[in-house]
């Protein structure tokens, strides 16, 4: 389980960073910044992919609460024109400006930080598994992607968005043969980008 030691180690307002939605064929990337409160952090926060869907809407309720949180997304026709790490940076660097409150450090999960950030950072590998403040960052990230595909799935039901998330599940692959390319779909991602070289047609 995460834990509080690198915040403490650190000192101060520590904020952690996490994205959902680099892997997608459709969609947004969403980046969370974290900033908990000590005295306050719910019970039972842990790397949003270990949480089943209810407790992570749970604890997504807990989390807004008590802690101060920041949200920023890239959108598709910015993953295409930018490549998705430089759309996941964005929408970091874009989640850490959304922070009602200025932190002196962020921790940010994976290797790799952008360069454009306001503060010092320290990068963390498999940081949602060590960082509570990281943890937090990516429940934050997962649960407002997935309400965004549900949402977007409203208008475009045929793939499964509510279920996938806009992953490439066998659904939404079958679906993309089918009924073709939506608005929301990365185009520079496969197979999307084969089939629009194959002139599949091409929906609303």
Not at 19 to 24: D, I, V
Not at 149 to 173: D, F, K, S
């Amino acid at each position: 389980m995460p834990d509080y030691s690198i915040e403490l180690e650190i000192g101060g307002m520590v904020a952690g960073v996490d994205e959902a939605g680099r892997g997608p064929l459709a969609g947004p990337v969403v980046a969370a910044a974290v900033v908990l409160d000590f005295q306050r952090i719910p019970a039972g926060i842990d790397d949003s992919k270990k949480l089943k869907r209810k407790h992570r809407e749970h604890l997504y309720g807990l989390i807004v609460a008590s802690a101060h949180v920041g949200v920023g997304m890239a959108s598709v026709e910015e993953i295409d024109r930018i490549n998705i790490l430089q759309a996941t940076f964005l929408a970091m660097v874009r989640a850490v400006e959304a922070l009602p409150v200025a932190p002196n450090h962020l921790l940010i999960d994976g290797n790799r930080a952008p360069k454009t950030l306001p503060c010092a950072c320290r990068t963390v590998v498999g940081g949602d598994a060590i960082s509570l403040s990281i943890a937090a960052a990516s429940i934050i990230a997962k649960v407002t992607r997935d309400r965004i595909m549900a949402e977007l799935a409203l208008a475009h039901p045929h793939y499964g968005w509510e279920r996938n998330a806009g992953y490439g599940t066998p659904e939404h692959q079958r679906a993309l043969e089918m009924v073709g390319i939506s608005s929301h779909h990365r185009r520079s991602f496969e197979p999307v980008y084969r089939l629009m070289n194959q002139d599949s047609p091409t929906s609303g």
